[in-house]
Structures are given as C-alpha cells and as structure tokens.
C-alpha cells in the first residue's frame, strides 16, 4: 500500500539532499515520477537521486530536455528522461521506455510526467515540485506560484527563503518504504523543529502544476 506526504524543501541543497535519500531506497525496475512547473527543481532531484544511487561525484547530471534520455551508472543504471517536448507517451515508447525498464537492475526517472500521465505506472514513486509565493497564493498577476501548503511547513520560513522554498508532495510505493524515507528525512530535519512529515489526503487534487512566478528564484530544473 502506498503512503504519501509532504515537506518542504528550503533550498536547492535540500532538494538535492532530499533526491540523495530517495536514491538511496531505489530498486531495481523503480518508477519515479517526477511533475511540477519550470524552474522547480525536477534535475535537481535527479542530481540528488544519482548520488544516492552512486554514480560518480565528478559525472555530471544535466536536463536531457533536448537529447530526451540520458543514461548514468551506479550501484543501479539510471535512465533520466524528459517529457517537456514530447506530445503523447507513445513517443516514450518510441525512445524505448519500456525496453528500458526490462532491463535487469535498472531505474527510470521521468521529469514532466504530468505531460504523459499514461506513461506513468501504477506503482511509480511519484514527486510533485511547486513553486512557494508568499503565503503560497497567487502573485500580483494572479499566477499559481504554489500549492498552499499547510501553516505548520511554512512557520519560520523567512521572507529571503521564499524565493527558493519548494513544496514537495510525494507518493512511495509501499508504507516500509515511506516509513524509512520518513526516518532518514527527519535527521536531515527538511522541515522545521524536526517534525514528522505532513500526511496529504489521496483526493486533494494537484493545483498550480504549469503556474510559475517569474519574479522567484529557480531550482535548478
């Protein structure tokens, strides 16, 4: 059975550290989903998910916006693709997703999953990214820059952080799993005075995914 929470990350090095711990629990023929607007910090997580996987430091983890698939080797093979410029998940097949995934000893990450919801298996770790405005409303534009998140992730957060706060709402195959990830993140302490991570209700719906701000500082990704 699934579980699912969310948290907040503070900064890029957060993300990064957040993907590092999720790596570290990945298995072979693992799913991860990745979904949230421009500049939220996908790659980064990516970046943070090939550490934990432990491909070389020195290995550079970039966006495969452009070539669509790029291939990085750890203690598991990771397959990172893109779905920006893709207009159906047949063109997924069409770069060989599923021959991918019947390799042995292998995990796939997909940024812009939103884009090709079909694409995404039933059992994917999935990760939702949003962009924090003030309070988490709407910027003077009227432009969804955030989910809200609730007060208790965004108490202590100061003004200089927005720009840079992420929400992160994720779904872990399986309740051991997430209990562990749960466990590693708490002594990171991602989200404040250490507290557990907030659990989100499976009808809460995902708002604000193509919204961004364009006056708040990006994630890489």
Request: aromatic share 6%; charged share 25%.
């Amino acid at each position: 059975m699934s579980d699912r929470f969310e948290l907040l990350s503070r900064s890029p090095d957060q993300t990064l550290a957040l993907g590092r711990v999720m790596g570290e629990l990945l298995r072979p023929g693992d799913f991860v989903a990745l979904k949230g607007a421009l500049g939220t910090g996908k790659t980064h997580l990516v970046k943070g998910l090939a550490l934990g996987l432990g491909v070389p430091d020195e290995e550079p983890v970039i966006s495969p916006t452009f070539v669509l698939v790029r291939e990085y080797v750890g203690r598991l093979k990771l397959y990172h693709l893109d779905a920006y410029r893709l207009g159906r998940a047949s063109e997924l097949a069409g770069l060989g997703l599923e021959e991918m995934r019947e390799q042995p000893e292998v995990v796939v990450a997909l940024e812009w999953a939103d884009r090709v919801p079909e694409a995404v298996p039933p059992d994917a770790l999935e990760v939702w990214l949003y962009h924090l405005a003030p309070a988490g409303f709407p910027d003077s534009e009227g432009v969804l820059a955030g989910e809200a998140p609730s007060s208790e992730l965004t108490q202590g957060v100061r003004p200089e952080e927005q720009g840079q706060a992420r929400l992160v709402r994720l779904v872990v195959p399986d309740a051991e799993r997430a209990a562990e990830l749960a466990r590693r993140l708490a002594r990171l302490g991602i989200w404040p005075a250490g507290k557990a991570p907030q659990r989100w209700p499976s009808d809460a719906g995902q708002p604000g995914l193509d919204g961004r701000n364009p006056a708040v500082d990006r994630q890489p990704g």
